[in-house]
């Protein structure tokens, strides 16, 4: 990814929801609408990818039919994260190597000392991972998915679905409040959503590497952090994660909130998702007794 990329992901965003404050503070109310289209946009592109890219395409943690792999594909491609195939790649890789040599993004560089050094680990868990020194081919780590037409499909077409994340709150934003309505709707469940979709979802690689929990042995440094598991959909619940790789299910305790995990019992319960892979209480107890 190049660095004008990267930094029009970062800095177009913030600018977005500095001009959407402006806006809500000047006409000293922020409307219902952009409420909705900000929270609706959020809920269903973050859904897309911690239910579709992560949870379904990168660890097979269940399986359901085909228009739903679609519509899972192309809500995690309108989080601008990147193409479903080489996010699944990068993905692969980080779970092989996790906190270790050759993981993309570990804040836990050898060498990162200091205020500075430990700054600059945690820049580079968060999002400097983005700008790698050489190009390398992730594809190549989801063989599986490059079987599916329908799936390459996908993922060729990221800018297409990357437009839409921003047009269809803009257009649902003119239909409810003329050409006022589409800016706001755009700078609120396009821009904002953006902004705030980038960071929590860079903060699992980040915050979910420093602050939290250790109840399961992973073999490495991934932590459960309640803030960012809220704001993330159950994708916070990193350490269970990294115990449990193939688990749909985050939220190992009843307290612990997994939207996503409740997404996919629901399409189970119309018939829409099967093989639900979960973490034996075996399994739960050799981890729980490791740590």
Not at 179 to 193: D, E
Not at 221 to 233: A, F, I, Y
Request: proline residues 5%.
């Amino acid at each position: 990814m190049s660095w004008a990329a990267v930094l029009t992901g970062v800095f177009v965003p913030l600018a977005g929801v500095a001009v959407a404050a402006a806006l809500a503070w000047r006409n000293g109310l922020l409307g219902w609408a952009d409420v909705g289209l900000f929270l609706g946009m959020y809920v269903a592109v973050m859904l897309g990818t911690t239910v579709g890219f992560h949870r379904l395409f990168t660890h097979r943690s269940f399986e359901t039919v085909k228009p739903v792999q679609f519509v899972l594909g192309v809500l995690g491609s309108m989080a601008l994260q990147g193409p479903l195939l080489p996010w699944v790649g990068l993905h692969r890789i980080h779970h092989q190597h996790s906190d270790q040599d050759g993981d993309p993004h570990s804040p836990h560089a050898p060498g990162r000392r200091g205020f500075w050094g430990r700054f600059r680990a945690f820049w580079h868990a968060h999002i400097g991972w983005a700008l790698p020194a050489e190009t390398t081919d992730l594809e190549r780590y989801a063989p599986d998915l490059l079987k599916s037409p329908m799936l390459r499909a996908v993922n060729a077409l990221f800018p297409v679905w990357a437009a839409l994340g921003m047009l269809i709150p803009a257009g649902i934003g003119y239909a409810l409040g003329g050409w006022h309505g589409a800016l706001t709707g755009f700078l609120w469940g396009g821009l904002a959503r953006l902004f705030l979709g980038h960071h929590a979802t860079w903060s699992v690689n980040s915050v979910c590497h420093l602050w939290g929990t250790r109840p399961y042995h992973s073999g490495d440094e991934s932590r459960n952090n309640p803030v960012v598991g809220v704001l993330t959909m159950g994708e916070g619940w990193h350490n269970n994660h990294h115990a449990f790789p193939t688990s749909a299910r985050h939220g190992l305790k009843w307290w612990q909130l997994d939207v996503s995990y409740y997404v996919i019992r629901l399409l189970a319960t119309v018939g829409l998702a099967w093989n639900i892979k979960l973490p034996t209480a075996r399994g739960l107890e050799v981890r729980r007794a490791a740590t």
